[in-house]
T-cell receptor, first 111, second 114 residues
């Protein structure tokens, strides 16, 4: 079936600490995995993505890792800042182009 | 570059009424998506268009929801009649559809059904 599981649903960290959000997907043919950040009342914004032929990608304080064998991928945010507080969604793209989203993780960074 | 435009921004209706949402994708984007986002959940795909053809509408409740993209540009999503559980944010997104997977979302229409 088509399913993306995301954990945890809420995450609270101190400013400067790291945050890790994990997702698993069910369709082994999935080939593209984006992460979106959604602030309250705003649209989801793409923050980083990874394709199935790559194991890791980094962009400043944000990194994503992909384990195709285990069918899971993770978002890592280092040196967290209060402005990182938002809801983060992972997603997996099926071969037909359909993008399936996880349930979301509400990240709270306490100053 | 202009983003994905949606209107209205907010809509309040009573159950059993009808409502329509409009979306104008980024210029040149062939693929257009309508997502439903219920409070506290991730976006759920309702329908995906490639130009003016439907690619996937497997999760569209076709007894009450309809969508069209007649000229392969703008799109409208309609609900008739609305139910209480249709209260959600309806997000439109587009992508270039030429091997580029990145989706760009509009600001959404927040629908409240009373």
């Amino acid at each position: 079936g088509e399913n993306v599981e995301q954990h945890p649903s809420t995450l609270s960290v101190q400013e400067g600490d790291s945050a890790v959000i994990k997702c698993t997907y069910s369709d082994s043919a999935s080939n593209y995995f984006p992460w979106y950040k959604q602030e309250l009342g705003k649209r989801p914004q793409l923050i980083i993505d990874i394709r199935s032929n790559v194991g890791e990608k980094k962009d400043q304080r944000i990194a994503v890792t992909l384990n195709k064998t285990a069918k899971h991928f993770s978002l890592h945010i280092t040196e967290t800042q209060p402005e990182d507080s938002a809801v983060y969604f992972c997603a997996a793209r099926l071969m037909g182009g359909k993008l399936i989203f996880g349930q979301g993780t509400e990240l709270s960074v306490k100053p | 570059e202009a983003g994905v435009a949606q209107s209205p921004r907010y809509k309040i209706i009573e159950k059993r009424q009808s409502v329509a949402f409009w979306c104008n994708p980024i210029s040149g984007h062939a693929t257009l998506y309508w997502y439903q986002q219920i409070l506290g959940q991730g976006p759920k795909l309702l329908i995906q268009f490639q130009n003016n053809g439907v690619v996937d509408d497997s999760q569209l409740p076709k007894d009450r929801f309809s969508a069209e993209r007649l000229k392969g540009v703008d799109s409208t999503l309609k609900i008739q009649p609305a139910k209480l559980e249709d209260s959600a944010v309806y997000l439109c997104a587009s992508s270039s559809g030429q091997g580029h997977e990145k989706l760009f979302f509009g600001s959404g229409t927040q629908l409240s059904v009373l």
